[in-house]
């Protein structure tokens, strides 16, 4: 199973890339710190919940809020 470890390219991984305070993005956006989710249409506020300045976007998908109310 340790085989397959390097095998595995960036898209197949757990990598998550990190937005900083500042960085023009749209999407939905969780702070790295707490965990407070944020919509963006410009760039990235620091977070108003712990002040922290690290954001990783959230998956997302058309369908992901219509399952969640089912």
Same mark, same amino acid.
């Given at each position: 199973m340790l085989?397959? @470890?390097g095998?595995?390219?960036?898209? %197949? #991984?757990?990598? @998550?890339?990190?937005? $900083? $305070?500042?960085? =023009?993005?749209? #999407? %939905?956006? *969780? =702070?790295?710190? +707490?965990?407070y989710?944020? $919509? @963006? ?8 919940? +712990?002040? #922290? ?7 997302w998908?058309?369908?992901? *809020?219509? *399952? *969640?109310?089912?």
């Amino acid at each position: 199973m340790l085989d397959e @470890v390097g095998k595995l390219s960036q898209d %197949e #991984g757990d990598y @998550v890339e990190f937005f $900083t $305070t500042g960085t =023009c993005v749209v #999407g %939905e956006y *969780r =702070c790295s710190g +707490c965990g407070y989710g944020v $919509t @963006v249409h410009e760039s990235l506020p620091a977070c108003p919940m +712990c002040s #922290g300045t690290s954001w990783e976007q959230v998956d997302w998908s058309p369908l992901v *809020r219509a *399952r *969640r109310l089912q």
